[in-house]
Structure formats: C-alpha cells, structure tokens
C-alpha cells in the first residue's frame, strides 16, 4: 500500500489531491492521502474542508503548528502504507504518468526522489521573481545532475521512502523555523548506508516567495546550517564548499572588502524586478561569513 503524505500551512490543495485521486485509480496498487493542515488560516482551512468528504483522503486540521520535520515525522506515524510519498503542499502534478513512475520504483530503492521544476514563465508579480530565478537555476536539476552529488541535492518536497526508514530515522525536530532539515535527514541516511536514487519525476513549484519573505529565510536556513555543522553534523552545501575554498586560499578578506563596496547595489539589485543569482550568492556568502565571525 502506498501512503500521500501532504503536509500543509496556507496552500489550497484541493486540486493537488484531485490529481493525484485520477492516477490513483489507474494503478492496481491500494493508495491512501494523507492531508494534515499545520496551523492555516482560517481561509486555507475553508477551501480545504471539502477533502473530509473524498473517499480515500484523510483531512486532519491540527491545533497547534507542528513545523516542518514534526508534522512530517507525525504523518509518517500516521500512515498505513508500507511505502510513503511525502509532497509539499505548493506542489503541482505535471506529468500524467507521476504515480506510476514512483510505483515502478518501490520495491527497487529505499529512498527516491523525483525533484522540482518552475514554470519557464516568469511571475507576473515581479517582486516574486528573484524567488524565480533562483528556483530555476539552482534547485531545477535533472537527476543526472542531482545524482552526482545524490544527497547534497536531496529536496523533501518530492520523494518516496519506505515508512520504516522515517520510523527509524525521522527528521529533527529541534530544527526550529525554515532550512536544511531535509540535508541532515539525507546526511543521517548515507551514514546509515541507505542510498538515495533520483529520477526525473518532478512536480511544479507554485510557491514562489516576494524577494524580501525570501530573502528572511535564506538567512534563516544560513543560521540553521551553521549551528547544525558547528554542533557536529557536517552538513555539505555548495555554500560551505565555496566558503572552504576562500578560507583556504585567504581569500575571505578580499572578498568581505568587494561585498561592502558593492553592498548597496547588491542588495538593491536582489529586490528588483531583474534579480541575479550571482548577487544572490554572493549576499548569502556574505551573511554566512558574519554570523562565523560573531562566534
């Protein structure tokens, strides 16, 4: 049996599990969804209610926010399937063939992970375009590029695992607010000796972000990073890698130097209507090097 998990704070999803009911019915194998509201507002949970009334679907309205990795663990609990696909609430089905492709994989890997894509079109809110960007150019990968580092590009917006593994190695919950739960999940599981097998699977990201939301929690998930490696874990990003590098070859001083030069127009050209990622990773390199000075 297989088991939807699809944790949610302020999205409407009833489309999501609509799509997902139609390829259910298409495969012999028994499904289940699983649909938790993590503390919404009043509306979300209104446009949602109408899932307590499909067959197959769970709809649970929780009393209190839960947060990423404790809802995520609770739901695991929760379900009857012995395999679990965990998708994110702003997700959107874009393949017809979604659940079959999992189906083909379940009982060959432990863990799968089928990615993210955006829309090719940008936002017609452009205060949500850096969000885009960024979206586009760093975290839509194919999974022959996500294979070569399988748990660096670990995302856990999109995969299927076996319950028993989430049992057994479920996400910390002391990881308060957004960022990097889903990394250390994966850096526990290669520890472990479970292999993570990306295939091109994906779904549509819909929830874009305005660049000022985005840019708090960048620097929300850089304070999470940071405290999870200094505690031990050795969590490794392309962040920590670039910052290695410089700190190697003495060239975090040169750079600090050009950052506050250029502070001004970068920060300014990140909430623009035309954002960079280059800027972008050069503001969050920024912002990882002054919170390892403060220590």
């Known amino acids: 049996?297989?088991?939807?998990?699809?944790?949610?704070?302020?999205?409407?999803v009833v489309k999501l599990v609509k799509a997902l009911m139609r390829q259910c019915k298409k495969t012999r194998l028994d499904c289940e969804i699983l649909c938790f509201d993590d503390g919404s507002n009043k509306k979300t949970r209104y446009e949602n209610s109408i899932l307590s009334d499909f067959f197959g679907v769970n709809y649970t309205e929780l009393s209190e926010n839960l947060g990423r990795a404790r809802i995520r663990n609770w739901m695991a609990r929760s379900a009857s399937g012995r395999y679990v696909l965990f998708l994110d609430c702003d997700s959107k089905i874009v393949r017809k063939?979604?659940?079959?492709?999992?189906?083909?994989?379940?009982?060959?890997y432990d863990i799968v992970s089928?990615?993210?894509?955006?829309?090719?079109?940008?936002?017609?809110?452009?205060?949500?375009r850096l969000h885009w960007e960024y979206g586009r150019k760093s975290e839509s990968m194919t999974a022959s590029k996500r294979s070569k580092h399988p748990y660096?590009?670990?995302h856990?917006?999109?995969?299927?695992?076996?319950?028993?593994?989430?049992?057994?190695?479920?996400?910390?919950?002391?990881?308060?607010?957004?960022?990097?739960?889903?990394?250390?999940?994966?850096?526990?599981?290669?520890?472990?000796?479970?292999?993570?097998?990306?295939?091109?699977?994906?779904?549509?990201?819909?929830?874009?972000?305005?660049?000022?939301?985005?840019?708090?929690?960048?620097?929300?998930?850089?304070?999470?990073?940071l405290?999870?490696?200094?505690?031990?874990?050795?969590?490794?990003?392309?962040?920590?890698r670039i910052y290695e590098f410089m700190r190697q070859y003495q060239l975090v001083g040169?750079?600090?130097r050009y950052y506050a030069l250029k502070r001004e127009k970068i920060?300014?050209?990140?909430?623009?209507?035309?954002?960079?990622?280059?800027?972008?990773?050069?503001?969050k390199l920024n912002y990882y090097i002054s919170l390892i000075e403060r220590q």
């Open 1 to 12: 049996m297989l088991t939807i998990l699809i944790p949610i704070y302020n999205h409407k």
């Open 97 to 108: 063939d979604f659940i079959e492709r999992y189906i083909q994989c379940i009982e060959k």
């Open 114 to 128: 089928g990615g993210r894509i955006y829309n090719k079109k940008p936002p017609r809110a452009k205060s949500k």
């Open 152 to 154: 660096m590009f670990f």
């Open 156 to 225: 856990s917006n999109n995969f299927l695992v076996r319950r028993e593994i989430v049992e057994k190695y479920p996400f910390d919950e002391n990881i308060v607010g957004y960022g990097y739960e889903d990394l250390l999940w994966a850096s526990q599981l290669h520890k472990a000796g479970y292999e993570i097998m990306h295939i091109d699977n994906p779904v549509e990201h819909m929830g874009l972000e305005k660049a000022d939301i985005f840019l708090r929690k960048a620097k929300k998930s850089i304070e999470n990073l």
């Open 227 to 240: 405290a999870l490696n200094q505690g031990g874990q050795n969590i490794e990003t392309r962040l920590t």
């Open 254 to 256: 040169i750079f600090k």
């Open 267 to 283: 920060e300014k050209g990140l909430l623009s209507e035309n954002p960079g990622i280059f800027s972008l990773n050069m503001y």
